[in-house]
């Protein structure tokens, strides 16, 4: 499996934060601007190097190995009851890595064998896994459009484009809206050199953090 990140769009990202930001931190004047930017980018980064979680919208080149396809029954007892429904006719799929799949996920994909793009014979479905207690993702065939029978061919080559997180604060979960905005004021108000640093954060940082943390797996 080779996953490669591709473009953090963390400039674009932020840019569309700032209006936002700026009416949180009260700042009427253009300028912070820039700072207030670099500012935002960086309280999406700190979140995501805490947590794993996806944040700000990232783009990354996903290479997924034949042998790694999976049977649809080693996996299909652990499958949501929407995904079970959608997976209807697949016999297998292949594990979608973890990182940078984790909250934010997949926003978007596009599947591309030989150059050709072929992504609506495929769909993202969601697993429970019982051993780290949280949702996996994997790439299936769309039932009644390709099926694949026993053990995945071994010539089996695919390109998956994966977009991941949130492209502005509007798609972004409150609660993870929230949390970029006071951490962004924090850096905004308090700039010495430790602010934001985890093992110097306040408390309401450190339990925020802790709170979003999910396994990696």
């Not at 996996?75 to 949501?80: A, P």
């Not at 959608?86 to 990182?99: K, Q």
């Not at 798609?171 to 949390?179: H, I, Q, S, V």
Request: with cysteine; charged share 20%.
């Amino acid at each position: 499996m080779s996953v490669q990140l591709i473009k953090r769009n963390g400039a674009t990202v932020a840019a569309q934060w700032l209006t936002l930001v700026k009416l949180h931190c009260r700042v009427d004047f253009i300028d912070d601007d820039i700072y207030i930017k670099d500012a935002t980018d960086r309280a999406m980064a700190l979140i995501e190097r805490e947590t794993g979680l996806a944040v700000c919208q990232a783009n990354y080149v996903w290479r997924p190995a034949a042998g790694e396809y999976a049977n649809f029954a080693s996996f299909s007892g652990r499958l949501t009851a929407e995904a079970s429904n959608r997976c209807a006719g697949c016999s297998g799929g292949w594990h979608v890595p973890s990182s940078p799949s984790q909250l934010g996920g997949i926003s978007s994909f596009r599947v591309l064998q030989g150059g050709d793009d072929i992504s609506p014979m495929y769909q993202i479905v969601g697993a429970v896994s019982p051993e780290m207690g949280v949702q996996q993702s994997w790439l299936v065939p769309s039932g009644g459009v390709l099926t694949r029978q026993g053990a995945a061919p071994a010539n089996t080559s695919i390109v998956v484009e994966l977009i991941t997180g949130y492209a502005t604060p509007e798609e972004t979960p409150a609660g993870l809206r929230d949390l970029v905005l006071r951490i962004t004021a924090m850096y905004y108000e308090d700039r010495e050199a430790n602010a934001g640093s985890p093992s110097f954060a306040p408390d309401w940082l450190r339990h925020a953090l802790s709170t979003l943390w999910v396994p990696r797996c």
